[in-house]
């Protein structure tokens, strides 16, 4: 019997999960499963990957044999690496954090203007606004001036 480590589609239309799992290679995608040995949810930001090490070595030692997206996945938590006998992979990076983004954003703006980074957006409605407001004035400053 061929036995496979693959994904299993979990979720509604739209939001998919799967469960990493290891099947007879000939039940369908979403059929029975010998073992649930992991979870993959790609949705979430950053995407949750979640692998039980041990179980995956093992049926890797006994010629399970992983799909392409298993694998891709299997890379990335070190599984395969080890399995192999290769070097561990980088540490998958950590996500930033809001202050992270706004602090890289503000040294970009300094960047761009020269200067420090404006306080607000300017609409196109504030900017008819001021406009009709500079008027009126020029207008009244005009008509005290003829008088």
């Known amino acids: 019997m061929a036995v496979k480590i693959k994904l ?3 979720g509604k239309i739209r ?6 799992v290891v099947a007879d290679s000939r039940t369908r995608r979403d059929g029975r499963a010998i ?13 949750r990957i979640e692998v039980d090490s041990e179980r995956a070595q093992y049926w890797l ?4 044999q992983p799909t392409e997206p298993v694998l891709a996945i299997l890379k990335l ?4 690496q080890k399995h192999k006998g290769l070097p561990a992979p980088a540490p998958l990076l950590a996500p930033a954090t809001k202050a992270d983004k706004r602090a890289s954003f503000d040294e970009f703006a300094k960047t761009l203007e ?4 404006k306080g607000e957006a300017i609409t196109q409605k504030a900017k008819k606004a001021d ?11 005009s008509e ?3 008088a």
């Open 77 to 80: 938590t070190g599984d395969w």
């Open 61 to 64: 030692s006994v010629g399970a």
């Open 35 to 47: 073992e649930e040995i992991g979870l993959y949810h790609p949705v979430q930001n950053p995407s």
């Open 114 to 117: 020269g200067g420090e980074p």
């Open 15 to 20: 939001s998919p999960h799967y469960r990493i």
């Open 131 to 141: 406009k009709k407001a500079d008027e009126a004035a020029g207008a009244e400053s």
């Open 144 to 146: 005290s001036a003829e």
């Open 8 to 10: 299993k589609r979990l």
